[in-house]
């Protein structure tokens, strides 16, 4: 407490901000050691009684901890005591909401890294069949076509996206709200439906399934990730350079083109890589537009292509224990492909900043 | 002496007009054009469906909702096709809503953990994780779900059973337990989770920080102040992302399809081994499909677009509203 009267001649020092309601070093130590008590304790009911495996084991933890939890405060007053359950509860609801997604990270790199061998990532699946040994055959095919029909559609999409992020930010006309409603309306758009839609239009009038095909349903789901994205970012360029080219002359036009738009490039990258990570995984639309194939395919218009989800989709529903292990990998895979988008988002995106 | 009046008088803001000349109106024309096509888009996806399954309508009218066949005739006239989309629209709907009974509880709980509870360290690690996590493709969640979900579902399915059996939600007439809505509105409500938890986070954590400290400064617990302002403040914002977070699990393909036992028979019973959902139908019929067939997947496509785009038009309203009260 003595830190808050300064003396009269340091008067520029900013005392140090109080917090009483931190617990101190003693209470968190005790904290912990009881909580480790009740890991322990729960690991022996789980040992010595019926309960059994991870949901058992989370079950008793919890029911320890109520019980601690109780005792700890049999000598608070109501309000810290509901507090203190409320932690409880809040602290399980975390763990469980959190736990597939760990579980899923953990599960895909220990299954998936077993197959994960240097032909996985050069060959293809033509000359071997889905239950061959995991040193033959590969995923290449699938990432070759993937990379296509996700490039191609970034290149449909990111122009458009752009063009209504700057109409949101920049124009402003009366559709405004309109657009904004249409663009979050979008988002929501079934990826099967986006693939029936292609399949109804495209693929009907080139009568055949393609990359091109696959490309276009992925864009349909792209859009809106890559306009939103886009004008949160043009969002940020701060008023005072739009004026600033105004009073230079500029006309909105070079304004926008010349002043706006390249402030924020990186942003926009980013506005584009979210968009992939967020259309790379997609299997539903590709198993009504492109198919899938065991080969190489270089020709977007060339028939049915290979993709890695369609990749990984076609082996699961064979089943077998060689074909799931190539699913895990191609899993892996996948999600590799979306980790390094994000992060390549965040790096990109957290240069504008600066 | 005073100054005249006159000149102590501010002037009047001068009106702001812009001229634009030709270039301008060039740029702004291309510029809404590109803006447009995602609302032409919106409205191609909706016709270009309709119009394609207009013959289904046509043909069978509200039967194709409310009907609970799906059965290929032979060609011939022997057997006469029929198919209608009853089971599978209650089936989407019904593990739809047990995701999300599933997901919101914890979605909220989990916000709230990482924007009050966590150490800033934390905090910090698990919001990048939950946008990575909100980022993972249906399929690995399916894939999660097969292989490593199932035998818990099953096992959480049988004790649900043998306690609660006398439900007639919960009551089974197979003992098997895998494959039925429960397991998938489970595996659902994993996959949606994270997506709300995001949008929830977002909000909570826009929350003003002075009503927070002041709660604080009034004597208030951690829930005190949670409940007092957190929650009342973040309210519609967590509604919006739940309406997305069904949007999401109304529309799911794959995961559903991997984990559902797709039976064309009204089921409400959660732990039976058979449901439905539109979308999986389609994956599912569309490579075997007839001509005639292929049109009533269209149709049942064009019943799920308008049934999530209700969805999605509702949540962004409620978004919308909330953001703009600020």
Redesign the interface.
């Known amino acids: 407490m003595s830190t808050i009267i300064a003396p009269a001649e340091k008067t520029e020092v900013v005392p140090e901000p109080i917090t009483p309601w931190k617990p101190s070093q003693k209470t968190k130590s005790v904290s912990i050691i009881v909580f480790l008590a009740s890991l322990f304790l729960s690991a022996a009911i789980v040992l010595l009684t019926g309960l059994a495996g991870i949901d058992g084991f989370g079950l008793a933890l919890f029911c320890v901890v109520i019980v601690v939890t109780t005792v700890r405060n049999l000598r608070s007053n109501q309000k810290s005591r509901k507090d203190a359950f409320v932690g409880v509860f809040v602290a399980s609801a975390a763990m469980l909401a959190f736990f597939p997604w760990m579980s899923i990270f953990a599960s895909v790199i220990v299954k998936g890294v077993r197959g994960l061998q240097p032909n996985f990532l050069v060959e293809n699946m033509q000359f071997t069949t889905p239950d061959d040994e995991l040193n033959m055959g590969g995923a290449a095919h699938a990432v070759i076509g993937s990379m296509l029909m996700v490039s191609i559609a970034a290149a449909i999409t990111l122009p458009l996206g752009i063009l209504s992020g700057v109409y949101l930010t920049e124009i402003r006309g009366r559709l405004t709200f309109l657009v904004r409603f249409v663009v979050q309306s979008m988002s929501g758009v079934p990826s099967i439906v986006a693939g029936l839609f292609v399949y109804t239009t495209f693929v009907d009038y080139t009568s055949k399934f393609s990359g091109m095909a696959g490309a276009l349903a992925l864009a349909v789901l792209m859009l809106p990730t890559v306009a939103r994205t886009a004008e949160e970012v043009l969002k940020l360029v701060p008023d005072d350079l739009r004026s600033a080219s105004y009073a230079l002359g500029a006309r909105q036009w070079r304004t926008s083109l010349m002043v706006v738009l390249p402030t924020v490039r990186s942003g926009l990258m980013t506005a584009a890589i979210l968009g992939v990570a967020r259309v790379i995984g997609e299997t539903a639309p590709l198993l009504l537009t492109s198919l899938s194939n065991n080969s190489f395919v270089f020709n977007p218009l060339g028939g049915p292509i290979g993709s890695l989800p369609t990749y990984v989709f076609g082996l699961l529903q064979i089943g077998t224990e060689n074909s799931i292990n190539r699913a895990w990998t191609g899993s892996l895979v996948l999600l590799i492909l979306v980790l390094v988008l994000f992060t390549t988002a965040r790096y990109v995106g957290g240069k504008d900043k600066k | 002496m005073s100054i005249s009046p006159g000149l102590q008088a501010t002037p009047e803001a001068r009106e702001l007009s ?1 001229i ?2 030709r ?2 109106r ?3 024309r ?10 032409i ?2 409205g ?2 909706g016709t ?2 309709f119009v ?1 399954s207009a013959q289904i309508f046509n043909d069978r009218g509200l039967k194709f909702i409310t009907g609970s066949n799906w059965t290929a005739g032979s060609g011939d006239g022997v057997i006469p096709d029929d198919f209608s989309i009853g089971p599978m629209l209650t089936g989407t709907l019904l593990v739809s809503l047990i995701a999300l009974v599933l ?1 919101m ?6 916000a ?3 924007e009050f ?1 966590a150490t800033p360290g934390l905090k910090k690690v ?1 919001t ?2 939950l ?3 909100a ?10 779900g ?4 199932s035998s ?1 579902g099953e ?2 399915s049988d004790l649900l059973n043998s306690r609660f059996g006398w439900l007639p939600l919960m009551e089974v007439q197979n003992e098997v337990f895998g494959r039925s809505p429960f397991v998938a509105g489970c595996v659902l409500a ?1 996959l949606i ?2 997506i709300i ?1 995001s949008v929830s986070r977002e909000v909570f954590s826009r929350t003003p920080r002075d009503l927070v400290d002041t709660c ?1 400064a009034l004597g208030s ?4 102040a ?1 409940k007092t302002v957190v929650l009342p403040f973040g309210k519609s914002g967590v509604i919006g992302g739940a309406m ?1 977070g069904l ?2 699990a ?5 995961a559903v399809y ?1 984990l559902l036992n797709i039976v064309f028979r009204y089921n409400f019973r959660i732990l039976e081994s058979e449901g439905g959902n539109i ?1 999986s139908l ?2 599912l019929k ?1 490579g075997e499909a007839t001509e005639y067939e292929l049109k009533a ?2 149709a049942a ?1 064009f019943v ?2 308008l049934l ?2 209700v ?3 509702v ?3 409620i ?2 509203r909330s953001t703009r009260h600020r």
């Open positions: 812009v634009f000349n270039a301008d060039i740029f702004r291309i510029v809404t054009a590109g803006a447009l096509t995602s609302l888009l919106l191609l996806i270009f469906l394609r997901s509880p914890l979605a909220i709980g989990g709230l953990f990482v509870y698990l990048t994780l946008d990575l996590a980022a993972i493709p249906s399929l690995i969640f399916g894939l999660w097969v292989v490593f979900f818990y096992r959480w994993s989770t994270p938890t604080y617990t951690r829930w005190g949670i997305l949007g999401r109304l529309g799911e393909t794959v991997l979308a389609i994956a569309f997947l269209v496509g799920l677009f999530t785009l969805v999605n038009i949540a962004a309203s978004v919308e």
